[in-house]
């Protein structure tokens, strides 16, 4: 007789809802990571930048050139804070994707924890009944041979 486990179905869509928290969670430390990187090359870009104003200041630089490179510096500042944020709101994305996830886990889990008692309750049931259909062919064997 084989096993048959009446909510496998129940058993494999915890299984996919976890699958799926994982991938949501891998994509939301992906998009993290780009966030961070974006981050990373203003401020790189803003450093030149401002590397580039102090050059321009220590020599003979028009005015208006000098205004130029400060008004960009300036707009760079905004961007930055802009994208400081976009990494705070993709922080608390993975935080999210996080929770999500271990509570996709510990659900499979206890759904799994339910087959594996299921199967061990079969294997003890199916043990049982084997060892009473032994113990009846000998009582048949000792009757007939007590007979015989």
Known sequence: MKFHYPLQKIVDLKGSEKSMAEWEYAASLGQLKSEEDRLAALRRERDEYESA????AQQPTPL???HLLQDYISFLDERISRQRQGVRDAEERVKQRQIALRGKTVDEKVWLNARGKALHRFRQ??????????????TRR?????RG
Not at 125 to 138: F, G, H, P, Y
């Open 53 to 56: 104003l102090a050059g321009k």
């Open 64 to 66: 208006a050139e000098l």
């Open 125 to 138: 049931e199916m043990l049982q009944r084997e060892q009473n259909e032994l113990d009846e062919i000998a």
């Open 142 to 146: 000792a009757a007939a041979a007590s």
